[in-house]
């Protein structure tokens, strides 16, 4: 598998519940970062959980990581319509300012 | 969150011709990138800048893709010849170990 797989490719889910989105890599990294992008749009930084972390909070979102099966998962609870966009895991490498790698992205569509 | 910019939204260019895709990060950040996504594939990376020279770049970042930073505000990709294959969404970021993403630029060679 390439640096950066995400699974589901797609997710449908009704407003209200959870949505998990699962990525795995190949590499070392120094951190993990999900983003959003909504359709034809720019990418939205989500939250970044470094190597030494397990676990991540903001708001809605849960991130956990776990380095020795190097994998990411991002949870988004109680799911709204707003949701509905491409979600990418990206690595940044050993170094502060590595380029990232991004995966290929989970497209999540939330039903109202 | 902090704002990249970048300019155009949109170019439609015609095969060999040459394009400046601008980008005017964020002034207290010193790392810059160029990142490229073709229509549904994953978001690629092509190339870093910092300290006023390029810190590292990917296979695809040939000949043909040059970085500037003329004027210590404005960040510069050109595409000296362009070809259909270059017809992506081209994304400008700022930061560093956190990356800044602009709203990119959508080039379409014909």
């Known amino acids: 598998s390439q640096q950066g797989e995400e699974d589901p490719q797609a997710l449908s889910i009704q407003e209200g519940e959870n949505a998990t989105m699962n990525c795995s890599y190949k590499?070392?990294?120094?951190?993990l970062q999900w983003y959003r992008q909504n359709s034809g749009r720019g990418l939205v930084h989500l939250i970044l959980?470094?190597?030494?972390?397990r676990e991540k909070h903001s708001g809605r979102l849960r991130v956990t990581l776990d380095t020795s099966k190097k994998s990411s998962s991002l949870l988004i609870t109680a799911s709204r319509a707003a949701d509905t966009a491409s979600y990418f895991c990206?690595?940044?490498?050993?170094?502060?300012?590595?380029?990232?790698?991004f995966g290929t992205g989970t497209r999540l569509q939330v039903f109202p | 969150e902090p704002e990249v910019t970048q300019t155009p939204s949109h170019q439609v260019t015609q095969m060999g011709q040459e394009v400046i895709l601008r980008c005017v990060p964020i002034s207290n950040h010193l790392y810059f990138y160029w990142y490229r996504q073709i229509l549904g594939q994953k978001v690629e990376f092509l190339v870093s800048f910092y300290n006023n020279e390029i810190s590292e770049k990917s296979e695809i970042f040939d000949d043909q893709f040059s970085v500037e930073r003329p004027d210590g505000s404005n960040f510069t990709l050109k595409i000296r010849s362009t070809k259909l294959e270059d017809s992506a969404m081209y994304f400008c970021a700022a930061g560093g170990e956190t990356q800044y993403f602009g709203p990119g630029t959508r080039l379409l060679v014909l």
């Open positions: 959980i470094r190597s030494n972390e």
């Open positions: 590499t070392s990294i120094n951190n």
């Open positions: 990206a690595t940044g490498g050993m170094t502060g300012a590595d380029k990232l790698i």
